[in-house]
């Protein structure tokens, strides 16, 4: 792998006393889709709010672009993006005049030209001048996605970007994400609680279990690691596990 | 018509209040500010009563309350740029979005006073406007003081707004109400429909700490048609200066504690 997008070390994140996230290493290579997985309480909001700066670590270490988070986040949440099912874009203002204030934020030049692209990408052009509250819930995902993609990021961090969208605009948006992912070599960090959509999506996985790292690897790596035959009987079997699995991903129970 | 659900949502509404501190205090907050502030200006008004030698003193104290209600929106709508601004944020859930753009904090300050300024600019034109139509009452005519007294007020506003803004930010929606109640809590103190000297002993030199007090009473000193407020405008423009820096360290800290807890991703989905 050349050198990572994101290099995180022993990441610790303490909220008075409650371990959010014990101990959590891992590494994203340019182009790569990471899935960050695991069932709630895991520790996976807690390590994107600390990638996306919206939190500080306790302990530990986390660089992106080889450049350490705390002393250059302006820096770095420059070349990256962020797109949630649970944060919307301001509801009382027109599509494109949303699209337009984001592309300002992020310095883009030639915003009109990429905005453009980008609803038409995601099949949207035609809701440029509606009023974001006005729009359905898949509607608006597409457009935090165009939003999330108007400054070309290196990173794009998407929390449960499918989560509100009937399956034909699901796959949509995953094979969009996926031409995006190959035509510009973005790295993305992907988290989701439908396994199928992140055996289709992602490279690689990270699976967080009680704030520390259980398993990583491909999709299939880590079925065949735990002997199951999907991710998702993976992310039962983790979930229902309580404290007796260990870290090479086998219930010693 | 059922008793039971009758008194099953009287209890859900009244929980809310068990519960929430804030809650608690605004009960009593809003109707001990207004019997406070409405009873200073009675007994101005009772003091001048008996002190008036022709009716235009009376006159002459219901232009300082023309006056003091406009000079009040300035500050007021300085603080609600910065704390609203912040909460229209909160409220369409795009906080997340915005504190996880390449922005620094200082900028996101900055951003709210401009549209702090915007919101005192339409106000401003209105109420100039209205008070000379309908009660003839041109504030134009204080002349060149109006330009610093505005921008004291302006100061004080921002300053203000930071400190809720703050509060808001580390203690989340449940102190909401202070976007709207931080300002009323100092209008009582800060002799804004009445001179200083109307308050209790004790209280004066509390008001006296306050920039807007100074701003109220170099107000009142020109409508009277006394000399340029030289002192109170000087008084006024160093508490300002005290004032900002602590609410810009304030603010600073909140926004710190705020990220080191998580808040602001919490208060960002909510």
Known sequence: ???????????????????????????????????????????????????????????GTVRMFGKELRS??????????????????PTNLRVW????????????????????????LFEIKHLKDKVTGHLSAGESTRVNLCKAL??????????????????DIADKVRRILRQIQREKGISMIYTSHNMREVEAVCDRVVFL???????????????????RSSLEEVFITVARSGDVLDGSGTNTG | MSWTRISALALRYTLLYKRSVPRMIELFFWPTMDLLVWGYVTLYLQRLYATAQSPSAGMGAITFLL??????????????GVTLSFLEDVWTRNLLNVFVAPIRIEEFILATYLVGIVRIGVTLVALI?????????????????????????????????MITTGLIMRWG??????????????????????????????????????????????????????????????????????????????????????????LLAKLGTQ
């Open chain 1, 1 to 59: 792998m050349s050198e990572p997008v994101v290099e995180v070390k022993h990441l610790r994140k303490e909220f008075d006393g409650t371990v959010a996230v014990a101990d959590v290493s891992f590494c994203v290579g340019r182009g790569e889709i990471v899935g960050l997985l695991g069932p709630n309480g895991a520790g996976k909001t807690t390590t994107l709010q600390v990638l996306l700066g919206l939190t500080t670590h306790t302990s």
């Open chain 1, 72 to 89: 250059h986040r302006v820096e770095i949440l420059q070349r990256c993006n962020f797109s949630s099912a649970y944060a919307a874009l």
């Open chain 1, 97 to 120: 005049e949303n699209l337009r204030l984001f592309a300002r934020l992020y310095g883009v030049r030639d915003s009109a030209a990429k905005l453009g692209f980008l609803l038409e």
């Open chain 1, 150 to 167: 108007c400054n070309d990021p290196e990173l794009l961090l998407l929390d449960e970007p499918t989560a509100s969208l009937d399956p």
């Open chain 1, 209 to 227: 279990h009680k704030g520390m790292v259980i398993a990583e690897g491909k999709p299939q790596q880590i079925i065949d690691r735990f002997q």
């Open chain 2, 67 to 80: 006056g003091a209600m406009i000079f009040w929106d300035i500050l007021y709508r300085a603080q609600q």
């Open chain 2, 129 to 161: 406007g209205l008070a000379w139509l309908l009660y003839q009452f041109n504030l134009l005519a204080m002349g060149f003081a109006l330009i610093p007294l505005f921008i004291n007020l302006l100061l004080m506003g921002w300053a203000m707004g």
């Open chain 2, 173 to 262: 929606q449940a102190v909401e109400a202070l976007a709207w109640g931080v300002p009323f809590l100092v209008q009582p103190l800060a002799a804004v429909f009445y001179p200083v000297d109307v308050l209790p002993r004790w209280v004066q030199p509390i008001s006296h700490a306050l920039p807007a007090t100074h701003v109220f009473e170099g107000m009142r000193q020109v409508l009277a048609g006394g000399p340029f407020p030289t002192a109170h405008l000087l008084w006024a423009f160093g508490l300002n200066v005290a004032y900002l820096v602590l609410a810009a360290w304030w603010f600073r800290r909140m926004y710190e504690r705020a990220r080191d807890k998580g």
